[in-house]
């Protein structure tokens, strides 16, 4: 009998607890929770040599040329432009369906040409794709609500398809080179 | 009286403690299974730039970090202060750039390289020339999904 009752002593499973606890302050503590986000953008693959280059189809007033020089300065469509102003301008260039002579015929042709040069920052930069980017998912929302009574982000996949069709988001960028600035 | 004695004297019975450790290993195992441990030391300072129309990167580990920015301080001394690129582990040149993204490649399945995805990290003060000549290479690659990495967040 006293045998029996010495057996194996139990180990004591108190401290697991704090075992835990010290793993888990040092999970918390290397854990980095941050999502990686960024704007996505489609470069167009190199030109081959013996291509040679036509962009003459495509109508002049279906470009909106919106250039950026050293001094982080927009030109829009040949004039001074601030910033802030261009998601409208942006907006106003898509959404024309030929009303005005100068504007783009229909947001389905409508393109937008971006350059910059070798001494713009890349904080301007972001800005101004950041408000392209953001004009265009302005007028697919604005479309979406009025077609199918929500948001453009609330869709299924065709819904957002056919959206996506009407306002391709097209932001052509030229091959670099220097449009300079006064400096 | 000694009804209401008896009562009193009853008090608050113990919350069990049993349970806890059952709960930090809940939490414990949340955080590491969510942990990702940080792969590359940063040799260059990146500030990223602010921006609003964001999107979520999908798939990390298709994701090549491209870093753009200035040295840290205590590389300035032997790299200056002008803005460099750091692939992986080095300082590396643009012309390193094809390069780096053959080898992400070759350790990718073949049916994944079509969703490969190349990340700018580049700090907002940088100028868009090194950007512009990293572009041109990640075109020579043929690597032509790119992603500015931006936070959230308005000017």
Redesign the interface.
Known sequence: MASKRRGLPEINAGSMADIAFLLLIFFLVTTTMDVDTGISRKLPPMPEEDQPEDDSQINARNIYVVLINSNNQLLVEGELMDISQLKEGAKRFINNNGIREDLSENPEKAIISLQNDRGTAYKTYIRVQNELASAYNELRNENALRKFGERFIDLNKTQQKEIKKLFPQKISEAEPKNIGGDS | MSKFKKNGSKGMPAISTAS??DI??M??FF??V?????ETTLFVSVV??K???????EK?SL?SYVYIGSPVKRMQNSYGTAARIQLNDAFADVNEIQEFIATEREAKDEKEIPYM?T?IK????????I??DV??E???A???????????GI?
């Open positions: 806890l450790p930090v290993f939490l414990l955080f590491m969510t942990t990702v441990m940080r990223t730039p921006a609003t129309e964001i999107k979520k990167m990390k994701v995805t990340s580049a700090d907002e003060t940088v100028k868009m020339g950007i512009t572009k041109q990640l075109r020579k043929n690597a032509l999904k790119i992603n500015y990495s931006t936070r959230k000017y």
